[in-house]
């Protein structure tokens, strides 16, 4: 004999949708835009100093890197030249 506590009750309907099925899609996407406008707040932004070091150290790698490509291709080049004729 099945127990009460087996048995679901009938009168409780499964929910669709959950909190967003009440929700039209206008009023979620102002949601979203409030919570991305949030977030943004608690942002810490750098200084013009800050930004200024980091945007000088990134150009610096930058032209560090090309100039490490362009030696490592530059060999690669002439080792395939001096094998394949």
Known sequence: MPDAQDE????KKARKGGKRGKKGPLKRLALFYRQIVA??????????NQLTTYTAVVIIFV???IGLVTVIDYGLSNAAKYVFG
């Open 63 to 65: 032209v560090i890197m």
């Open 8 to 11: 679901a009750p009938e009168s």
């Open 39 to 48: 977030e943004l707040r608690k942002v810490v932004w750098p200084t013009r």
